[in-house]
């Protein structure tokens, strides 16, 4: 499998997707009087674990990256409100990473975990639909 090539565009991208996820976590938008440098700051910071994430993957599509990178920002980013910390961060896109692109050869062993997670996707689906 070969490992996605990231274009200048591509950077920007997952540039722009890391921002939402630093300004999720300091809470902008919801209130939060948030400096503009501590946001930059945070931003960067993400910016380079995303890299980082990339690089130690096996994702095709660079497009996954800023996909995972947005479903942060609207998910568990919320949680770390106010928080400047990062670990959280590329802990959960080496995850969101691997399941989107599997590095390994998964077995029956297996079996019951990806039932898990289809069922997790069908239900979050399913959600969304209701929503729309």
Known sequence: ???AQLDDRTKSAIRDACREVAESQL???RGALVEVHTTDRLSDELFKL???AVECSYVEDPATVVRA???LAETHA???MGSTGT???LE???CLLELASP???PTERHAAFFRDIEHGIAVSREGWKENA
């Open 1 to 3: 499998m070969e490992q």
């Open 27 to 29: 809470g902008r938008g």
């Open 50 to 52: 995303a890299i980082e």
């Open 69 to 71: 990178a947005r479903y």
């Open 78 to 80: 919320l949680g770390m």
């Open 87 to 89: 670990r959280w961060f």
């Open 92 to 94: 959960m896109m080496r």
């Open 103 to 105: 590095n390994g050869c």
